[in-house]
T-cell receptor
Framework: GAVVSQHPSWVICKSGTSVKIECRSL??????MFWYRQFPKQSLMLMAT?????????EQGVEKDKFLINHASLTLSTLTVTSAHPEDSSFYIC???????????FGPGTRLTVT | QKEVEQNSGPLSVPEGAIASLNCTYS??????FFWYRQYSGKSPELIMS????GDKEDGRFTAQLNKASQYVSLLIRDSQPSDSATYLC?????????????FGTGTRLKVLA
């Protein structure tokens, strides 16, 4: 299967600071990537769809000014959590859509803790 | 609101048995269906994709699709304790101008040694 990497795998930051998470498709080009958030024992929640060269599409209820997404190349999308607060602590997972059969492959996730 | 429904479980099966996981979806025009496995604390991993009615087999896994009944299932033969995880059903939605998946809430499978 296709490989998607995510960096960092975990991060601890202080309240009010910003954190950037990178998502890379390693062996394929992805015009579309997705960002999800998952709280403990809860379902995946789609935050936004990231399209290369255009603005991200955010799901209802997700603040686009707080969660900045940039998809600058066919292999890289970034999510920046701005002015993070403890309630932003969660497991953030990216995924990338392959051109073949539109299969979606997930990165390993980033565990964010805001203190 | 398009929906994908799964029984949350847990579904407990003895080692070596067949585990049967079920999923229903609301959108009749859906064409692409996926099963993911998610271990606790990890991200989802794609197990199977299925696009046509009928069965699709890959090793110990068989996906079954019935578009008329809007039903997708995953069978795991010779279940192993390492199969214990949450299994997510996903349906592709391309009707809103963007391509995204609708995920079910997942079924937790426990394989008892």
């Amino acid at each position: 299967g296709a490989v998607v990497s995510q960096h960092p795998s975990w991060v601890i930051c202080k309240s009010g600071t910003s954190v950037k998470i990178e998502c890379r498709s390693l062996d394929f080009q992805a015009t579309t990537m997705f960002w999800y958030r998952q709280f403990p024992k809860q379902s995946l929640m789609l935050m936004a769809t990231s399209n290369e060269g255009s603005k991200a599409t955010y799901e209802q209820g997700v603040e686009k000014d707080k969660f900045l997404i940039n998809h600058a190349s066919l292999t890289l999308s970034t999510l920046t959590v701005t002015s993070a607060h403890p309630e932003d602590s969660s497991f953030y997972i990216c995924s990338a859509l392959t051109g073949q059969n539109y299969e979606q492959y997930f990165g390993p996730g980033t565990r964010l803790t805001v203190t | 609101q398009k929906e994908v429904e799964q029984n949350s479980g847990p579904l407990s099966v003895p080692e070596g048995a067949i585990a049967s996981l079920n999923c229903t979806y609301s959108d009749r025009v859906s064409q692409s269906f996926f099963w993911y496995r998610q271990y606790s604390g990890k991200s989802p991993e794609l197990i199977m994709s299925i696009y046509s009615n009928g069965d699709k087999e890959d090793g110990r896994f068989t996906a079954q699709l019935n578009k008329a009944s809007q039903y997708v299932s995953l069978l795991i033969r010779d279940s192993q304790p390492s199969d214990s995880a949450t299994y997510l059903c996903a349906v592709a939605d391309a009707t809103s101008g963007t391509y995204k998946y609708i995920f079910g809430t997942g079924t937790r499978l426990k394989v008892l040694a």
